[in-house]
């Protein structure tokens, strides 16, 4: 249900402020405490601008507006809507579904126009103490800075699916499901070369630039998209982190079969459950089926 700027569903509790539209609390029956860290300043999802390269001259959103979209009792989804520099506005949609544990977010940006150098972030201040930041990366997860070779780029880092922040007793998983780009701490793509990460619990999503001279375009005007899904939990299982980042990014599909078709039958059942599959076709010969298993444990 959503009361006001708060919107729950029993298991999550997510709060906005009216003032520029960021989640300044998040409530989660399975962590202690809110999960934003408040000292900063600012909350969950916030929409970072940066006109030129500068990030001291990072401009936010303006005052939001609440509308509610669905009021329970399946799903709730609530719409707030503010002026942001560099476009016509932003909708940032939260969506809470009856008996699942996380956040659904999605920002919509109807950018203008621009030329000139920019950037454009969103922010997600996290706050579990002691947390340790672990990022997916193609076929291995790491932690941030400590497996991370001398020299290597910290300016940013290219996910493959979620970023977790967990302490020994719980955390809190953020997925990405379309912008890979991540900043950790603060806007730092354009900074002089990062040697060593500070620590921190602020994921940013690099959405989008024009400073670099290849493979994109100097404006990206119109309607844009922005994806991501917020699972707290209890004590970090990265083969349980893994199936949500899977989940999130692969939803099931739902197809019509006859009435007389009787039960399915799985093709396959694999356990345990840390192992996943990651691929399944049929052969060339149309004789087999080919199956890649994944152990994320």
């Not at 996910?159 to 997925?175: H, K, L």
């Not at 006859?258 to 694999?270: F, H, L, N, Q």
Request: contains cysteine; hydrophobic residues 40%; neutral net charge.
């Amino acid at each position: 249900r959503i009361d006001g700027p708060t919107i729950t569903n029993g298991l999550l509790t997510a709060t906005v402020d009216t003032k520029n539209g960021t989640i300044v609390s998040l409530l989660a029956k399975n962590a202690p405490g809110n999960l934003v860290n408040t000292g900063s300043g600012t909350g969950l999802n916030e929409y970072l601008y940066v006109p030129g390269t500068d990030p001291k001259g990072a401009m936010r959103a303006g005052r939001a507006t609440i509308a509610i979209v669905d009021n329970g009792p399946l799903v709730a989804t609530m719409n707030v809507t503010t002026g942001a520099p560099s476009t016509k506005g932003i909708t940032r949609e939260l969506r809470l579904v009856d008996g699942l544990p996380y956040l659904s977010i999605a920002n919509f940006i109807d950018k203008n126009k621009q030329r000139k150098k920019e950037g454009v972030h969103f922010a997600y201040p996290f706050a579990v103490p002691e947390g340790v930041v672990r990022v997916d990366l193609a076929w291995s997860v790491i932690r941030a800075e400590q497996d991370q070779l001398p020299a290597s780029c910290k300016n940013w880092i290219t996910v493959q699916r979620w970023v977790d922040i967990s302490n020994q007793r719980y955390g809190v998983t953020w997925a990405t499901l379309d912008a890979p780009l991540v900043e950790l701490g603060s806007p730092t793509a354009e900074s002089p070369w990062i040697m060593h990460l500070e620590p921190t619990q602020t994921i940013l999503s690099y959405v989008m630039n024009n400073y670099w001279h290849t493979n994109y375009r100097d404006s990206q005007e119109g309607m844009h998209v922005f994806r991501y899904a917020v699972l707290p939990h209890g004590m970090f299982e990265q083969s349980a982190v893994q199936r949500f980042g899977v989940s999130a990014s692969q939803p099931l599909v739902v197809i019509p079969v006859k009435k007389d078709s009787g039960d399915r039958v799985a093709p396959i059942v694999v356990s345990p459950e840390s192992v996943l599959v990651s691929a399944l076709k049929q052969s060339e010969d149309g004789k087999a089926t080919i199956v890649r298993l994944t152990n994320t444990s």
